[in-house]
Structure formats: C-alpha cells, structure tokens
C-alpha cells in the first residue's frame, strides 16, 4: 500500500533455478504423493514481505519406445518345448524416464500350444507332463516368457513384445517366430535273430518275425519305416 515497488523470489524443494524457470535433474517426473513445493515470496520497499506455497507434479504420459526384432529362430528342446524371454525378442527398446519392463504373448493366444503354463508345462497331465504348479497361461497373457511345442514346428508364429514404463505407459510391437525341432529320434532296433531259409516270413511285415523297434522322439512317438535292401 505504499508502493508498487515489488520484487519476487521463488525457491524450490528440487531443482535448479535458472532465471525465471527451474531445471530439474533427469528423471524429471516426481513421485505419487511427493511433489516438487515451490515458495514465492513478494517484499515491498519497506522490507515487508509475505510468502505463499503450492504443489508441482511432473508426469510422464509418454510411452517408451520399442524396438523388437524383425523375426526370431526357436529351437524345441528334447521335451518338445521351447520357452524364449520377452528380453529375447527386444532390439533397444528405451524410455526417456528410466527403466523399463517387459513382456511377450503369441497372437494366436497359444494355438495348439496354449495349455502351456509359464513354467513351461502343460495344464493337466497332455504329453506325459505333471499338473502345472502355477496354471497360469503364459500363451494366451502378455508374460516374461512365452513357449511353442512341436505343433509349431514348420509354422511362423507372430508374437506381441509389450514395453512398458514405471509410469504405466506402454508400446507393443510384433515378431515373426520360425519353430524348428533338431532333436533327432531315438530308436532300439530289436536283437539280432537266426533264421532259416525255409522259416516264413513277409518283407512288408518283418515285425511279424523280429519284433518292432523302440522309437522315442520329443515330438512324435512311434512313427518308423521298414526299409528292406536286397
């Protein structure tokens, strides 16, 4: 009231003031329920001065960016299953604000693959395998791991890799998986046998006379081929 003679000073709980605007250390976003408090303070020519309080809160709306990688080669163990990490699909993904997380899911929300559960087992008892002990089905949810099994062999699977930031933000992109299966069978040809010229036997069922042989795959049981060479 006794002049229009004001000066102004702002401080800051965070922060460096640089004229009239405050630069903040990167990452620049504050944390729920901790904002940045800034204080102004307005004296006249007489010394007298009053100040005044209020919040600031930096959010990050913006979403990472990610980078996956064009297409992805699996090869499926002797259990006939195959389990690739979402990192293993990521290409330098990156955000502005600090680390990020992922995550991957097939498209096909598993196929002929989605009874398996992110321990890489199968739900129940398919294919020899025990009850999974955690059912959750990482084929068919955005998970860190996802599996393929010898149904995919051949095929290209699309798969989704989802980034996503400490604020919540999020970006997906999608990957070409080609299944390969290079676990070569095992087979036990039965013993060896003595024969006679004059004991019968069919060259289109030599089992008949010798027995069959052991087959085990990873994939496929039991699947073999008579070869008669004279």
């Known amino acids: 009231n006794c002049s229009d003679e004001i ?67 699996v090869s499926l163990s002797t259990d006939g299953v195959a389990k690739a990490f979402a990192e293993d699909f990521d290409d330098g993904s990156h955000d502005g604000c600090g680390p990020i997380e992922y995550f991957v899911k097939r498209m096909d929300n598993g196929g002929s ?49 989802k980034v996503v930031d400490y604020s919540g933000n999020e970006n997906t992109c999608m990957i070409r998986v080609t299944v390969q299966d290079k676990t070569e069978p095992d087979i036990t040809c039965p013993d060896d046998e003595t024969i006679y010229c004059t004991d019968p036997y069919d060259l289109n069922n030599l089992g008949a006379l010798f027995g069959d042989p052991i087959v085990n795959d990873n994939c496929q049981q039991d699947d073999w081929n008579e070869i008669v060479e004279a």
């Not at 068919?140 to 699977?157: K, L, P, Q, S, T």
């Open 7 to 73: 000066s102004y000073e702002f401080t800051s709980t965070s922060g460096v003031q640089v004229g009239n605007s405050f630069v903040l250390s990167d990452p620049a976003k504050t944390m729920p329920g901790a904002p940045i408090v800034i204080t102004a303070t307005a004296t006249d020519c007489c010394g007298n001065s009053a100040s005044t309080e209020f919040n600031v809160a930096v959010v990050d709306l913006v979403p990472p960016v990610v980078v996956g990688e064009t297409s992805r080669t």
């Open 113 to 161: 693959c989605a009874g398996i559960d992110k321990y890489g087992l199968y739900a129940g008892s398919q294919q020899g395998h025990d009850v999974a002990p955690n059912n959750v089905d990482d084929n068919r949810e955005f998970n860190d791991v996802v599996h393929f099994c010898c149904a995919d062999v051949g095929e290209e699977i699309m798969v989704a890799l």
